[in-house]
């Protein structure tokens, strides 16, 4: 049975959710998963990585207590040779971005960048990754190799629930000197502004459908009443209707509230990256084909100029 490898990712003492991502895919190809974990007490995440992996690789060391590409490449060079897995599942994020291509060039492996599916066919991987903000998704073969590495996009995955129980396995540090021409110095926390949406538990969000600034009030309105926080979309804040930090998607903030309700926004592959793991999503859309009605749980096609009045009528009359 082949072995893969997959690099958990955490940061400021959180384990990432493209970890778990990661895992489940490793998972799904009816091969060893080994977890590799690269950090400084570690415990309790390898514990939670357990119950993903067949194997937690845990190098615990205080050389790993912040992120550097040139030292975590170095300790999974050493890892890899020595036990030789078929293939290597780095997340395509700042951190795996920093590795990847260098980490692959350095062990001759076949590689690629920003998947968002992985199959085995025989022996040989094939991944897919999106085109033209996902409209069109390409089959990726690669060239013959000894090892294979891709990068997966997060929030491409849904995480499963951890089933498993891996053995974890401490070793020591590979890596004989920490790296000079590299350093960590510190780590810079975009600023949170008034509301932190990433946090919110109901979001009603907006999107170029409104038309107008001078709508928005209707939109803070219905948010009031529902105790929502509003976010929105690029288009949105790009025309400065919303501030950046009220922004929703791959460049924006990944969110998950229990209810999101959309409005006015089509659907874009960036935007929705961000805020499917929400629980239950409703969409209000005056286009049927727009493909955020392919996310949501419940669907208006109208006008969201007509439905959001009547939203707010229909509050303030169950208020009282
Ligand atoms: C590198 C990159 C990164 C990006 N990152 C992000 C990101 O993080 N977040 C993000 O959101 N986007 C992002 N985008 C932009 C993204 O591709 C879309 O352009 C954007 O999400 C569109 O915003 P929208 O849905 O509000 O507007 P539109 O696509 O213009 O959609 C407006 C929708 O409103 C509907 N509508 C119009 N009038 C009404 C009405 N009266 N009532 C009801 N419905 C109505 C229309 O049918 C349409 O579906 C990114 C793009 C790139 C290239």
């Known amino acids: 049975m082949h072995e893969i490898f997959v690099l958990a990712e955490h940061r400021q003492g959180e384990l990432r959710d493209v970890t778990l991502e990661m895992l ?4 799904q190809l009816d091969s060893k998963v080994t977890a590799v974990l690269l950090g400084s007490g570690m415990d309790a995440f390898a514990s939670k990585l357990a119950s993903f992996a067949d194997r937690v690789l845990v190098v615990d060391d205080p050389m790993f207590a912040n992120w550097n590409a040139i030292n975590a490449q170095a300790a999974l060079v050493a890892l890899i040779n020595k036990d030789k897995p078929h293939m290597v599942i780095v997340p395509n994020t700042g951190q795996g971005a920093d590795v990847l291509a260098s980490l692959a060039l350095e062990l001759g492996a076949s590689f690629t960048s920003d998947i ?4 085995l066919e025989g022996d040989k991987p094939v991944a897919t990754r999106a085109y033209y903000g996902g409209k069109i998704n390409g089959r990726i073969e690669f ?4 090892l294979y590495m891709v990068g997966l996009r997060e929030g491409a995955i849904p995480a499963a629930e951890g089933s498993k129980s891996g053995a974890i396995e ?12 590299r350093k960590f110095l510190d780590y810079e926390q975009p600023a949170i502004g008034d509301v932190d949406i990433t946090q919110s538990t109901l979001l009603v969000s907006v999107g170029r459908g409104l038309r107008e600034d001078k709508n928005m009030p209707m939109v803070e309105e219905l948010a009031g009443l529902m105790g929502a926080d509003v976010s929105g ?3 949105v ?10 922004q929703v998607g791959i460049s924006g903030k990944t969110v998950k509230p229990k209810l999101y309700l959309a409005l006015g926004i089509s659907g874009a592959f960036q935007h929705v990256t961000g805020m499917k793991g929400a629980d239950l999503v409703v ?18 096609v109208d006008d969201l100029l007509k439905v959001v009045p009547a939203l707010i009528d229909k509050l303030k009359e169950m208020k009282g």
């Open 233 to 235: 979309s690029r288009a």
């Open 283 to 300: 969409a209000i859309n005056k286009d049927p084909d727009a493909p955020i009605f392919q996310y949501a749980d419940y669907g208006i």
């Open 143 to 146: 060239k013959d190799a000894e």
């Open 170 to 181: 401490k070793v020591d540090n590979p890596v004989a000197a920490d790296a000079t021409d």
């Open 24 to 27: 489940t895919l490793a998972s």
């Open 237 to 246: 804040v790009d025309a400065g209707w919303l501030p950046a930090d009220r």
């Open 116 to 119: 968002i599916g992985l199959a």
